[in-house]
């Protein structure tokens, strides 16, 4: 049997005691998360308490006033060709599709691959095309995304993001501009992804993605993390009186 490399233990991504100001606002407060290998988190929460803007700090699109980030191990830069390395191995999922009009969805997909991590055209044809398969979508690869509904558009944005073979994958509410008839389409390939074993931090209003695919559930608000736990403790026994009060309300209506 092969021997498991000493790092495979430690946790993928680490948050600490990261804090975020928006001048005298301040949107983290004393946030400490660490995420293991193939472990599925879902951020949940009320508007405005910080989802997005912790989501968008573990890639760096959102600058942090102070503490740290690690993704495997490796500090995230500040800036430069560090950070567009270190990037490429988090993939981020976002709530509008940010597809590039202009290009087909093939060459959407492999962009990066070829642009970023040098891959010839034709071997990263081969991957988009298995990829965009695997999302459901492979049939409308010579379309442009205009041409595709918000569903599928999302899961071209999907099979971009795993075209870079990202060590964790991000999204930031990736079903909150969906049709509701679209939002299963979208959850069903990420829900697919998480029994693949991919390492996934979610934000979503989605509770039954959270009850069957999370590890665990982190609820935030104000800023920070309230709570958190495996989902089935979460729903059943939230402990947190402001846990308690979003649950009541969203089942309520």
């Not at 996934?200 to 935030?220: D, S």
Request: proline content about 5%; aromatic content about 4%.
């Amino acid at each position: 049997m092969a021997s498991v490399p000493p790092t495979s233990s430690e946790p993928l991504v680490v948050v600490s005691d990261v804090q975020k100001h928006y001048g005298q606002f301040q949107a983290l407060k004393d946030i400490d998360l660490t995420v293991d290998r193939g472990e599925v988190v879902v951020v949940i929460g009320p508007s405005g308490s910080g989802k997005s803007t912790l989501c968008r700090t573990i890639n760096r699109l959102e600058t942090i006033t102070s503490g740290s980030i690690t993704i495997d191990g490796k500090e995230l830069p500040k800036e430069g060709k560090g950070l567009a390395e270190l990037r490429a191995d988090v993939g981020m999922v976002f709530q509008s599709f940010n597809l590039f009009a202009h290009l087909t969805i093939l060459e959407n997909v492999t962009l990066g691959p070829i642009k970023v991590r040098k891959m010839k055209k034709a071997d990263a044809e081969k991957e988009a095309r298995a990829l965009l398969d695997r999302v459901g979508v492979g049939h409308q690869a010579d379309k442009l995304p205009a041409q595709l509904s918000g569903g599928q558009q999302q899961r071209v944005a999907i099979a971009r993001a795993l075209a870079m073979k990202p060590k964790v994958m991000l999204f930031d509410e990736p079903t909150s501009a969906l049709d509701p008839e679209m939002i299963n389409e979208v959850l069903d390939v990420m829900v697919g992804l998480a029994k693949d074993g991919m390492t996934m931090i979610v934000v979503t209003h989605e509770m039954g993605f959270a009850r069957k695919a999370a590890n665990r559930v982190v609820f935030m608000a104000d800023g920070q993390i309230v709570e958190q736990a495996v989902p089935e403790q979460f729903f059943t026994n939230p402990q947190s009186d402001r846990a308690k009060d979003f649950l009541s309300k969203l089942i309520t209506h």
